[in-house]
């Protein structure tokens, strides 16, 4: 079952993220006590903890969830099967997609060892619902409500 697999912050935008097991997301906001929260719609970023694994193989690396700068490390879900407007629930919180990965051309605040997954494997979502989430929390796709 797809569930969180490292919840990570870091107190400044040039830091790599470290695991901090669980945090408040805030509706509006982001991750509480991290440095790219409130900053914009793309309120938390979400990457696979696959492809932290398949970069480590690529190049002989040992990154670790947060290595890569996201807030969210997801294991079994398939965030690149997600469309703009898809919803997601992350333990009691929901999420919407805002952008997936991120143009080459726009900045990016953090590369470890010299490579940067979130522009072609990370999702950045905004938080519609906040909520306290933790390492093995569920994550599963959520149905919009009708209006």
């Known amino acids: 079952m797809a569930h969180v ?14 695991n901090v097991g669980e945090a408040e997301l805030r509706a509006g906001y982001g991750l ?32 670790r969830p947060g290595s890569f700068a ?18 997601l629930l992350v333990g009691p919180a929901l999420l919407e997609v805002v952008q997936i990965g991120k143009p080459p051309d726009a900045a990016h605040t953090y590369a470890y060892q010299g490579l940067s997954l979130l522009p072609r494997k990370g999702i950045f979502c905004r938080v519609l619902r906040g909520g306290h989430i933790a390492q093995g929390d569920i994550i599963q796709r959520a149905l919009k409500e009708k209006q």
């Not at 697999?5 to 470290?18: G, I, N, Q, T, Y």
């Not at 996201?70 to 919803?87: H, M």
């Open 5 to 18: 697999a490292a919840v990570c912050a870091s107190e400044r935008r040039s830091d790599p993220k470290l």
């Open 32 to 63: 509480v006590g991290d440095a790219h929260a409130g900053v914009s719609v793309r309120e938390v970023s979400l990457l696979g903890l696959e492809s932290i694994e398949e970069v480590n193989r690529i190049h002989g690396i040992n990154a």
């Open 70 to 87: 996201e807030n969210i490390t997801t294991s079994g879900f398939d965030l690149l099967a997600l469309r703009l407007g898809d919803r």
